[in-house]
């Protein structure tokens, strides 16, 4: 079992940044790919980023080259830097692990509000 405990969401203003953070315990030597997804009111659960172990990161093409995925495997913890934060940008993000053995884990999610 995998236990994710996220922060850093909060309200902003367009262009501002914030910076989520995802800790994860339990069966930490498990886990290959960390990221965070978001869910927007009335849509669909979206990719947002993703790093494997070894760092290859994958972005979806609304957020790419304004945030910025990283892990700390010491501390089994991921972030998101969300820069040039638009009001799209507004939705509840969650942490997200996929273990090696293909087994998905979810955080309880965190709301990022983008004020214009």
């Known amino acids: 079992q995998v236990q994710l405990v996220e922060s850093g969401g909060g309200l902003v203003h367009v262009g501002g940044s914030l910076r989520l953070s995802c800790a994860a315990s339990?069966?930490?030597?498990?886990?290959?790919?960390m990221g965070w997804y978001r869910q927007a009111p009335g849509k669909q659960r979206e990719l947002a980023a993703a790093i494997t172990k070894r760092g290859s990161t994958n972005y979806s093409d609304s957020v790419k080259g304004r945030f910025t995925i990283s892990r700390d495997n010491a501390k089994n913890t991921v972030y998101l830097q969300m820069n040039s934060l638009k009001p799209e940008d507004t939705a509840v993000y969650y942490c997200h692990v996929i273990t090696w053995a293909s087994t998905n884990y979810w955080g309880q999610g965190t709301q990022v509000t983008v004020s214009s």
């Open positions: 339990g069966s930490i030597f498990s886990i290959n790919v």
